[in-house]
């Protein structure tokens, strides 16, 4: 709990009001007082030693970006109780370099803003990198790229969305080795939670403490009539309780798809594509908090495995959005065919991706049976080691890993698995589509 939630609004106004200008401007960036307990660097590890790894696990809105930041902040300024002297060598790394900037760099919670005007860091956007009065550098990484993190070496770093790195194990592998500076190297992870085997990891290390926050705990800095909306429509499901209270949410019984089976599907890249499909399931509607629009694209090789390219599903996308989302998407991976499904818009559909692009080749494809039906032949596939996902995909994936007989948990439309089992029946399980072609992704 933090100094300010400690004491009761009367002497906090009373506390205040005894204060001058300077000292006010001082205790506004006093993090210290002002952050709740989780948002703090534990003093030691379960056992009593020292810790390694922080992990922040949390909902959305929680607070842990501040937190983070805070904790970057502290270090490179010295400052207790996340520091007893500076420390000159932090490494930030993200998913790509446009989250290290627009998040924790530029973002609203970001590095540049947690700072006095006095003592902000200069920042070199085509450096990547953090440059403080004292000295200490912070660089940005990107997990995408491993190698990256090959020769650089640190004393510190902060891990941003974990959980969502599509190259996560190599990514943090990487870091492990440059973590060699000063007394006792350290790492923050900050991650809305997904079970993946490297949060596993990370969680069974005897020397990584464990800090949670609920989206809810954060509500004071939240938009008002926020919380209110995400509680009625997500509370208590799989991915309220993952998204807003921050859990871990293991397999759902009955699913059609495991986490484990899911990693062992993982590859790093496609090997040369005889056919590509992009798959895309139009929502009924474009209004605010309609079903999103599935796009996603696969490809098979000519050993009859289907590799999974690419989610570039989205909501709240009108129908010439969607549309040149789909055929951008066409273009960039050199597909050969658009499989739209026509049961909600018929000839509207193809109307609306011709209109994009006429030279785009559509196949309309038309559901006759459920999407649970459906989706088993695409399951089965996977189990037999049929099909490869190229990086990883979260919002995808945890659509497959909460799919059961009676649909999500939620209740809400499984629009990318409904993409994904368009895409791949058209290429493993369905009649050919278009000309084949060989080409090299």
Avoid at 352 to 380: I, N, Q, S, Y
Wanted: contains cysteine.
């Amino acid at each position: 709990m933090s100094v300010c939630a400690r004491t009761t609004p009367h002497l906090a106004t009373r506390f205040l009001l005894e204060l001058s200008e300077g000292e006010l401007r001082a205790l506004l960036s006093d993090w210290a007082f002002w952050a709740r307990a989780d948002q703090l660097p534990p003093r030691a590890a379960e056992g009593g030693g020292p810790w390694t790894t922080w992990l922040v696990l949390g909902g959305r809105g929680a607070g842990k970006t501040r937190a983070g930041a805070e904790w970057v902040r502290g270090l490179a300024l010295g400052r207790p109780p996340f520091a007893t002297r500076p420390v000159g060598r932090i490494a930030l790394v993200a998913e790509t370099f446009a989250d290290v900037r627009e998040v924790m760099v530029e973002g609203v919670s970001g590095l540049l803003s947690v700072h006095t005007d006095a003592e902000r860091p200069r920042w070199e956007p085509t450096r990547r990198r953090l440059e403080w009065h004292n000295g200490a550098v912070a660089q940005g990484f990107s997990a995408d790229d491993p190698e990256s993190l090959r020769g650089p070496q640190f004393a510190a770093a902060w891990c941003d969305e974990l959980g969502k790195w599509r190259r996560g194990e190599a990514a943090f592998d990487m870091l492990q080795f440059g973590l060699r500076l000063g007394d006792h190297p350290r790492q923050m992870v900050t991650t809305t939670p997904r079970p993946t085997h490297l949060l596993r990891r990370i969680l069974a290390d005897p020397s990584t403490v464990v800090t949670r926050a609920r989206t809810t705990d954060n509500a004071f800095h939240l938009a008002p009539g926020f919380l209110a909306q995400v509680l009625a429509r997500y509370g208590g499901t799989r991915l309220g309780r993952q998204e807003l209270d921050g859990e871990i949410i293991e397999d759902r019984p009955g699913a059609l798809w495991t986490r484990a089976a899911l990693e062992l599907a993982r590859s790093a890249a496609a090997p040369p594509l005889r056919r590509i499909a992009v798959a895309v399931d139009p929502p009924a509607s474009s209004r605010a908090g309609a079903d999103a629009c599935g796009i996603v694209c696969a490809g098979i090789d000519g050993a009859g495995l289907v590799h999974v390219l690419a989610d570039e599903s989205a909501a709240g996308l009108r129908p010439a959005q969607w549309a040149a989302r789909a055929v951008a998407l066409f273009h960039r991976l050199e597909a050969d065919v658009v499989v739209a499904e026509v049961n909600q818009g018929g000839e509207m559909v193809r109307a609306v991706l011709a209109e994009v692009d006429p030279a785009v080749p559509v196949e309309p494809v038309r559901a006759t049976r459920g999407k649970f039906l459906r989706a088993e032949p695409v399951a089965a596939l996977y189990e037999q080691g049929r099909v490869r996902h190229v990086g990883a995909f979260p919002a995808l994936e945890d659509e497959l890993c909460d799919f059961g007989p009676d649909g999500l948990s939620s209740g809400r439309s499984p629009d990318r698995l409904d993409a994904l089992v368009w895409a791949v029946t058209a290429l493993a399980l369905g009649r050919p589509v278009a000309v084949p072609r060989v080409r090299e992704l």
